[in-house]
Structure formats: C-alpha cells, structure tokens
C-alpha cells in the first residue's frame, strides 16, 4: 500500500493546510516516495493509528509509524539512504534543527495571528468549538482581538526575513543549489498562509516571494495543486 500520511484538512478535504503536515509531503516528494494521504479533522486526531500522537502528521510504513515532521524526515533519511538526501549529510541536520527554531520563533507568531480566523472559518461546528477553546486558552484572549492584530504586526515580520532574504540573493535554496529538508521547513510556514487566505506576506518582487515560487513548482508542482485561496 505504500506509506500512508495522516494529514489536517477542515470541511474541504481537498485543502490540507498545515504546516507541518506540508514539510512530510515535500519530504516524501523530495525522496520520491508513493505515499497515500488520509485527511482528518482536528478531532479524528486523538483515534488515529490507536491513539499512536496528539497532533500531526503522522505517517505509516508497514509496521511503523513515526509522528512529528522532523523525527518523519529522519527517519526517510535513515531508512530510504539510496534515495535523494534531505540533510546531505550531519551538518544539514544540525542546519536543519536551527531552521526549524528560528521559524517556530521568528515566522510562525505573526503566522499565527494570520491564519486564526481563517482555519476557524473552514471548520465544522464541532471543531470550531474545539478550535476556539484551545486557542483562546494559549492567546489568552478572543481569537477575533488576535487577528485583529495582523496588519500591525506586518511589517515587524517583512523585516524578521532580512535574513532569509539576504541569502536568497545568491542562493535558489536554502540548501544552496537544491531543496533540503530546511526548505520545507520554512515553506510548510509560507504555504500555510497561502492555503488558508488570499493575504499576501511578502511582496512579489521580494527575493522571498521568488524562492516560494521555486519551492511550488518542486516534484512535479505537488504543492501548487492546491490552489491560492481565493
């Protein structure tokens, strides 16, 4: 059967958003792995696989099943070594762990503000109940107050990918010549939002928006069948 890959999805099955779940689908891509994707709600999560994670993704290959999109990739690393490297070798695992912080910290705060109301407006009634509590308990306040704050915030984070944009001027990837697994880490944060909304993070002309460009036309474009939410 292949791997199968548990993913998030609201009421449209066809618009997976998450982040995460988006890094294990270049990472299978990009080892050119068959995988078959099963599409869950936020509350189908807890009876998955027998109650194998909390959250995904999760994926299975035969036997095994392996949850959290970094421990996934280190495992297609490790068990599919003939195939195309995510890491190109110790030092782009340690690269890799430093991406992964500085999106968690730099990108995915505003990311967040962002996306609220977005993923809670394409649930169902059951999930938006869940999706409600548990995010209104870590911001601390309503999710509408939340999102209010997006367009304040936006040019706080056009400056925090200074960074980012630098090396993009004289580098396609982040893994230099090609994609690597920190690629998919910051691209699962960027298409995210593209999924979920037609707001835009970065300016067209941005080297940013050129390297996001690039990364939706990987393995065939199997990103870019989503289509930009509208």
């Keep these: 059967m292949g791997i199968i890959l548990h993913e998030l999805v609201g009421t449209d099955l066809n618009r997976p958003f998450s982040p995460h779940c988006w890094k294990t689908v270049m990472s299978l891509a990009h080892k050119g792995l068959p995988f078959n994707r099963n599409r869950v709600s936020f509350k189908d999560i807890p009876a998955l696989e027998g ?3 909390p959250k995904v993704p999760v994926i299975r290959d035969g036997e095994t ?14 068990t599919y070594p003939d195939r195309p490297s995510l890491f190109k ?4 695992r340690a690269m890799a762990r430093f991406v992964e912080g500085w999106s968690q910290m730099t990108l995915h705060p505003y990311i967040n503000v ?8 394409i649930l169902d009634a059951p999930n938006q109940a869940y999706f409600r509590e ?3 308990k870590i911001f601390g306040r309503p999710l509408e107050a939340v999102a209010a704050e997006r367009d304040a915030r936006h040019d706080a984070f056009t400056k925090s990918l200074e960074p980012l ?7 396609p990837f982040i893994g230099g010549k090609g994609p690597l697994f920190s690629d998919y880490i910051v691209f699962g944060a960027f298409q995210w939002v593209r999924v979920l909304t037609p707001f835009k993070l970065v ?10 460009e690039r990364c939706l036309d990987l ?3 199997i990103a870019r069948e989503i289509s930009a939410a509208a």
């Excluded at 070798?89 to 782009?92: A, L």
């Excluded at 300016?203 to 996001?212: C, K, T």
């Design 51 to 53: 109650a194998f994670s």
């Design 65 to 78: 099943r392996v949850a959290d999109s970094f421990e996934i990739a280190l495992y297609l690393e490790d």
């Design 89 to 92: 070798g110790e030092g782009g």
């Design 114 to 121: 962002v996306i609220l109301m977005p993923v809670h407006d």
């Design 134 to 136: 548990s995010r209104e």
């Design 165 to 171: 944009r630098k090396m993009l001027l004289s580098q």
């Design 203 to 212: 300016d067209e002309n941005d080297p940013v928006h050129d390297w996001f």
């Design 219 to 221: 393995h065939g474009g």
